[in-house]
């Protein structure tokens, strides 16, 4: 039988969107990314996805954002000796069961209560994914994690959540984090200034009540914010699998890196320690 969920929070809610988008990607003959639990889960819901259908950009986006946030992880994983990966914002996300279980690295997934709820029901926890109902705004479960590994090489992957944030929110996150894990890497999404300032939605969110706070069009400016993190890379969604964007927005956007990420880009960076 299916099962019906209703959300409290209409940026939980949102989690739906990447679920959906990496099933039906999942079920193409040659997808950018495989994800048979995503497949699955959408299988056990009880909800309308049709009106997603229509966003076309998106469903693109979300598996390309996802495959290059897998593709850092992997990177990470193979360069350190206790890698930890932190998914800030995890929703349904199923990045640990994609990347599978190498005996050595400790995934987390952080998000508000109701998810981690959901998530539970859904996806039960394991011993090398771990679940933390929490607000990323707080702290103490930065704490907690650095105290439970103090030999710990931290990643965190905060994807398809910032944007929903005021950039003051937004900075004291990044602040918080590059404060506790130098040496680690933190990478996310951000919707561009031309798309906050101007209430511009990307199509999966034109009819959804959720509003986008804050952008970043030039990836040095947390470099400026925050002086312990250094900009590993920016990247250009449209530079990837150009033929799947179409001729326009692969061929033409897609080599225009500066106009681009006016709207939308994924960033990388390295945490430094401070002396």
């Known amino acids: 039988m299916k099962q019906k969920h209703d959300f409290e929070s209409v940026v939980a809610e949102t989690l739906l969107i990447p679920l959906y988008m990496r099933a039906k990607e999942s079920r193409r003959e040659n997808p950018i990314l495989r994800d048979e639990m995503a497949e699955e889960l959408v299988e056990s819901m009880e ?21 290059f946030f897998d593709k850092a992880v992997r990177r990470f994983i193979a360069a350190h000796v206790h890698p ?30 109701e998810v981690i709820e959901l998530r539970r029901k859904l996806i039960p926890e394991q011993m090398n994914d771990r679940y933390i109902s929490a607000s990323l705004l707080g702290t ?19 994807e398809g959540v910032l944007m929903y944030f005021y950039e003051k929110q937004v900075k004291a996150v990044i602040q918080n984090i590059a404060g506790r894990f130098g040496g680690g890497e933190l990478w ?45 890379e920016q990247a250009n969604y449209m530079k990837y699998f150009r033929s799947r964007w179409g001729f326009f927005f692969g061929q033409v956007l897609g080599r225009m890196p500066g106009l681009c990420y006016k709207f939308s880009s994924m960033l990388g960076y390295r945490m430094v320690i401070m002396k």
């Open 140 to 158: 103490d479960w930065m704490d907690e994690l650095r105290t439970r590994h103090p030999e710990g090489d931290f990643i965190f992957i905060i």
């Open 188 to 232: 996310f999404d951000v919707c561009g200034t031309m798309m906050s300032r101007h209430g511009v939605k990307p199509d999966s969110l034109r009819k959804h009540a959720v509003q986008i706070r804050s952008g970043i069009t030039d990836g040095h400016i947390v470099e400026k914010w925050e002086p312990r993190m250094i900009l590993l």
């Open 47 to 67: 909800c309308d996805f049709s009106g997603l259908d229509e966003a076309k950009l998106s469903e693109v986006g979300c598996v390309v954002r996802g495959w």
């Open 84 to 113: 930890v990966v932190v998914n800030v914002g995890c929703g349904l996300d199923t990045r640990c069961q994609r990347i599978g279980d190498d005996g050595k690295t400790v995934f987390y997934e952080l998000d508000l209560p």
